[in-house]
């Protein structure tokens, strides 16, 4: 059974950083895709950014230059660094699986979320 733990939400002022943390168990970790969502009240998930098991890297485009994906494969550990936090970056976040096609996500196993909340 794959089981995803994520952790280092909070409360930030907008400007701040947060690091947020997924640890993997049931699965090999290194093969897999790992994702980042994101979850406003009442919408959809959103993709926020992506690692595959080459390290290839992808961002929503209102992450790039401020958040950053990464993985350690020694600690079945998946990362998402968050700087120059903003008010609209409020949200539920999501570690999950996934599969990698033709450029796009297809999210399998979910973790059970992390609320970051940024105030203004």
């Known amino acids: 059974q794959v089981l995803l733990v994520e952790s280092g939400g909070g409360l930030v002022q907008a400007g701040g950083s947060l690091r947020l943390s997924c640890v993997a168990s049931?699965?090999?970790?290194?093969?897999?895709?790992m994702t980042w969502y994101r979850q406003y009240p009442g919408e959809q998930r959103e993709l926020v950014a992506g690692?595959?098991?080459?390290?290839?890297?992808k961002y929503v485009d209102s992450v790039k230059g401020r958040f950053t994906i990464s993985r350690d494969n020694a600690k079945d550990t998946l990362y998402l660094q968050m700087n120059s936090l903003k008010p609209e970056d409020t949200a539920v976040y999501y570690c999950?699986?996934?599969?990698?096609?033709?450029?796009?996500?297809?999210?399998?196993?979910w973790g059970q979320g992390t609320q970051v909340t940024v105030s203004s």
């Open positions: 690692i595959t098991p080459d390290d290839r890297t």
């Open positions: 999950a699986t996934a599969e990698y096609w033709n450029g796009r996500y297809y999210p399998k196993y």
């Open positions: 049931g699965t090999i970790f290194s093969t897999n895709t």
